[in-house]
C-alpha cells in the first residue's frame, strides 16, 4: 500500500473540479488502509487536457498516482480532439459522482412550464453558452430534439456568465448545474424571475433516465419529448444526446487510476469508498458539496464509462453535420 498518493487535478486551484477532490480527500485517506496521506496536485491547462496528457504519459502503475476528470477531459476525448494524447481505456475508475442540471426559461414566455415551452417551439430562443462542445453539447441536443430553434452564442468563461446573461433579459433560457441552480436560480424561480421547464434527469444502475432526486417534481427531458412527440427519443441525435449526458453528468467527475496498476489494490481503493458513502454523515456533508447523489463505484461505473465513451462513428458523423449546420460549429 503507497504510504502517499498524488492526486492530479487538471484544474486550478478553487476550481470546481478542485473542491470537489479536496472535500473527498480526507475520506478517502481515512478508509484506506494505512490511512495514506493524499496530495493534491493542480496541473491546470487546455481546459485540463494538458495535465490528462501529462498523466498519460508519466504516472506511475503502482497505484500512488490517481487523476481526477471531468466532463471537459471526457468531450474532446469523445470528439476526437487532436489535442488529446491520452485514452479512457488505459485508466480504471474508482468512484464517479453525479450532478444534474435544469434547462429554465424568461417569464415573459408564460409563467408555466407547458406554455412557456410551447411559446419556444413558435419562435428563435437566445442562449448563452461557453462552448457548443462543452456541457452544453447535451442541452442543445435535446432541446434541438424538442424542436426550439437555438441561437447559441458560445465564448463565455463560465455557466455564471450564462446565468447572468439570462438575468439580464439578453438570453431567453438558459441552462445550470444541480448545486448553482440550487444556490442561484431558485431563488429566481421563487421571484418569478425564472420558469424551470425540465431537468435532464438521472441515469440509474439500469442505463434508465430517471426523474433527478434534486428535482423530483420536474419532468424529464425524455418526460417531455415523450409528452411532446408521443413516442420514446430515437436515431442518431439521441445517441448523441444519451452518451454526452452519461459522460458529462452520470459520470461528471471520476478518479482514474492506470488500469495496469495493481487489480488487487484498486479494489482496495474501490471498497474504501463504499465504506463511507452510505454513512449518515458522509451524506450529510456532501449534500451541501453535491446535492443528494449518491456516488458510484467500482463495475457500476465502469460499465456506463465504456458505454459512454464508445461513440460510433455514425454517431460521431452525425454530430459533426449537425454542428456545423445547426450551429456553426465544428469539431
Avoid: C
Avoid at 456533508?285 to 463505484?297: F, K, N
Amino acid at each position: 500500500m503507497p504510504e502517499s498518493i498524488r492526486w492530479v487535478i487538471p484544474f486550478g486551484v478553487g476550481g470546481g473540479t478542485d473542491v470537489w477532490a479536496r472535500f473527498f480527500a480526507p475520506w478517502l485517506s481515512e478508509h484506506i488502509p494505512g490511512q495514506p496521506t493524499i496530495m493534491i496536485d493542480n496541473v491546470p491547462g487546455g481546459g485540463s487536457i494538458n495535465g490528462a496528457n501529462l498523466f498519460a504519459m508519466r504516472a506511475r502503475t503502482d497505484g500512488s498516482e490517481w487523476l481526477g476528470t471531468s466532463a471537459s477531459t471526457q468531450y474532446p476525448a469523445m470528439l476526437g480532439d487532436r489535442r488529446v494524447r491520452y485514452d479512457y481505456a488505459d485508466w480504471t475508475p474508482i468512484l464517479a459522482t453525479p450532478t444534474g442540471g435544469v434547462v429554465y426559461a424568461q417569464p415573459g414566455l408564460s409563467d408555466d412550464a407547458d406554455s412557456a415551452l410551447a411559446a419556444l417551439l413558435e419562435q428563435p430562443v437566445m442562449l448563452a453558452a461557453q462552448s457548443h462542445t462543452g456541457l452544453e453539447l447535451p442541452v442543445l441536443i435535446a432541446l434541438d430534439m424538442l424542436g426550439v430553434e437555438v441561437q447559441a452564442v458560445s465564448g463565455l468563461r463560465s455557466r455564471g456568465e450564462g446565468r447572468l446573461a439570462f438575468e439580464r433579459g439578453e438570453a431567453d433560457i438558459d441552462f445550470q448545474t444541480t448545486s448553482a441552480y440550487l444556490s442561484n436560480v431558485a431563488p429566481l424561480v421563487e421571484s418569478g424571475r425564472a420558469v424551470p421547464l425540465f431537468s435532464l434527469g438521472l441515469l440509474n444502475d439500469e442505463g434508465e433516465i430517471v426523474r433527478d432526486p434534486a428535482f423530483p417534481d420536474l419532468p424529464t427531458f425524455y418526460e417531455v419529448y415523450q409528452e411532446l412527440h408521443g413516442e420514446a427519443p430515437s436515431g442518431p441525435a439521441n445517441e448523441a444526446f444519451r452518451k454526452f449526458f452519461a459522460s458529462g453528468f452520470t459520470l461528471q467527475k471520476l478518479i482514474m487510476v492506470p488500469s495496469d496498476a495493481p487489480e488487487a489494490l484498486i479494489e482496495t481503493y474501490r471498497e474504501a469508498a463504499r465504506s463511507f458513502i452510505d454513512s449518515e454523515t458522509f451524506e450529510r456533508e456532501a449534500d451541501a458539496q453535491l446535492g443528494p447523489y449518491t456516488p458510484i463505484v467500482g463495475d457500476t461505473v465502469q460499465q456506463h464509462l465504456e458505454d459512454a465513451m464508445s461513440l460510433d462513428d455514425a454517431t460521431h458523423e452525425w454530430l459533426v453535420d449537425w454542428l456545423e449546420t445547426t450551429h456553426g460549429a465544428r469539431i
